[in-house]
């Protein structure tokens, strides 16, 4: 269902911001399995009910965060590119702070320029996201 090759060539486009929707998480992550396996930066999943993974590594490491606004903070200090999917993460962006981080994040104001995809079922993304 989804062609990882496509998925690379969007991530090595530079893409900062790429919406996915679909109930097929499963296959999306075999998918972005394949993409870093080609491209090999670190491969992020965060979801609130677990929340956050490192999936290209087998890490035990990995700072606990289901906090929403905590996920955005840690991507926007993090030095290494990544590829970071962010589940449902929609619901989260009703609030400011969120809109906020998440916008000088796609823009590259972190400490490395960041690949974020937002995963879900249906995705309303606000205005102040939309041409990002």
Same mark, same amino acid.
């Given at each position: ?7 690379? *060539? ?33 491969? !992020?999943? !965060? ?11 087998? *890490?035990?490491?990995? @700072? &606990?965060?289901?906090?929403?606004? =905590? ?12 590829? !970071? ?20 994040? *796609? ?6 320029? =960041?690949?974020? *995809?937002?995963?879900?079922? =249906?995705?309303?993304? @606000? @205005?102040?996201?939309? &041409?990002?």
């Amino acid at each position: 269902m989804f062609d990882a090759h496509d998925l690379a *060539v969007r991530v090595r486009s530079g893409a900062p911001l790429i919406l996915i929707e679909t109930h097929e998480e499963a296959l999306l992550l075999d998918a972005f399995r394949h993409v870093v396996a080609e491209i090999f930066r670190p491969l !992020w999943r !965060w979801r609130i009910t677990d929340g956050l993974a490192r999936l290209d590594l087998d *890490v035990e490491d990995t @700072p &606990p965060c289901n906090d929403s606004g =905590q996920v955005l903070e840690l991507m926007q200090r993090e030095t290494l590119r990544g590829i !970071w999917l962010l589940f449902d993460f929609h619901a989260y962006l009703r609030y400011a702070m969120n809109i906020r981080r998440l916008r000088e994040i *796609v823009l590259g104001e972190g400490a490395a320029k =960041q690949c974020v *995809v937002l995963v879900g079922a =249906q995705i309303d993304l @606000p @205005p102040e996201l939309e &041409p990002l």
